[in-house]
Nanobody, 126 residues
Framework: QLQLVESGGGLVQPGGSLRLSCAASGFSFDLYTFGWFRQAPGKEREGVSFRRSDGTTYYAGSVKGRFTISRDNAKNAVYLQMNSLKPEDTAVYYC????????????????????WGQGTQVTISS
């Protein structure tokens, strides 16, 4: 059974760091593209960071240079290291997966992902 479970969210002061984890059971990292999305209250879900099945990584402009996506094959996990956090990073963060290696523009298409985790809340506030 293919399942994604996020963890690692919490309350952090501006400028702080968090590492989100996504336990990806049943997935083959070489066959699936993984993405981190976020949704703030009253806003649409947006793509944050992606790791395609070929290992290439992509970031939204708002997080580039601050966030890093990575994986651990041994632990079947995908991570999102978030540094220099800002209040506007506050949102529920979701891990998602889809089979294959989509073109870059398709990475950000919420409807193109078949598997989603339950989400983890990230709050940046002083």
């Amino acid at each position: 059974q293919l399942q994604l479970v996020e963890s690692g969210g919490g309350l952090v002061q501006p400028g702080g760091s968090l590492r989100l984890s996504c336990a990806a059971s049943g997935f083959s990292f070489d066959l699936y593209t993984f993405g981190w999305f976020r949704q703030a209250p009253g806003k649409e879900r947006e793509g944050v960071s992606f790791r395609r099945s070929d290992g290439t990584t992509y970031y939204a402009g708002s997080v580039k240079g601050r966030f890093t996506i990575s994986r651990d094959n041994a632990k079947n996990a995908v991570y999102l290291q978030m540094n220099s956090l800002k209040p506007e990073d506050t949102a529920v963060y979701y891990c998602a997966a889809r089979r294959g290696r989509p073109i870059v523009s398709e990475l950000y298409n919420v409807n193109a992902y078949d598997y989603w985790g339950q989400g983890t809340q990230v709050t940046i506030s002083s």
